[in-house]
């Protein structure tokens, strides 16, 4: 692992988790959550997680982020009005939550906690992750794996039934 690249990767992920906190556009800030996303997924990359890096841009960078832009769009946000009394509460919380996180990460360094295993572990044959999950996937969790195909080819053959009907004219219409 390079420790530059992820320091560089946190810092990233970091400072644009604070943009999406302090953008007042949800728009911007919903980009701002890509790109944390994006970061995040650099990370994993870098801890030799590949497959889910590649989850986290397919699936959240991807499909959830079109989701939320989708969302916000449709409501079309408009500014509240917040009288002087919300805004100081919630910067007064706000300020409690950033002391107590401070606390405790001094209490942390303080205590000499280090990130990572103490003992190293024992070396395990090189595989790859999506083979390792795929085994795992196939193996043990099969039965789960299948009835979770059955239900969403359910949900989905609901779901095409369901606008065929709204959108098919009447039989009683046509005569």
């Avoid at 990767?9 to 994006?38: D, K």
């Avoid at 990572?116 to 794996?145: D, H, K």
Wanted: net charge neutral.
């Amino acid at each position: 692992m390079v420790p530059g690249l992820f320091v560089g990767f946190g810092v990233l992920l970091v400072a644009t988790a604070v943009m999406v906190i302090l953008h007042r556009n949800p728009v911007t800030s919903a980009l701002f959550l890509v790109l944390s996303f994006c970061s995040l997924a650099g990370i994993y990359l870098l801890l030799q997680a590949e497959f889910l890096g590649m989850v986290q841009i397919i699936v959240y960078a991807g499909a959830i982020m079109v989701l939320f832009l989708f969302v916000i769009m449709y409501l079309n946000l408009q500014h509240d009005v917040e009288t002087g009394a919300q805004i100081a509460v919630r910067r007064g919380i706000g300020w409690m939550v950033g002391a107590l996180l401070l606390l405790f990460g001094a209490l942390l360094v303080h205590r000499g906690w280090a990130p990572g295993p103490v003992t190293p572990a024992p070396a395990e044959p090189a595989v790859g992750n999506a083979v390792a999950i795929g085994r795992v996937l196939y193996s043990r969790f099969l039965f789960p794996f299948e009835i979770t195909s059955v239900l969403l080819l359910v949900a989905m053959v609901g779901a095409i039934v369901l606008a065929k009907s709204r959108t098919a004219p009447n039989d009683s219409e046509a005569a």
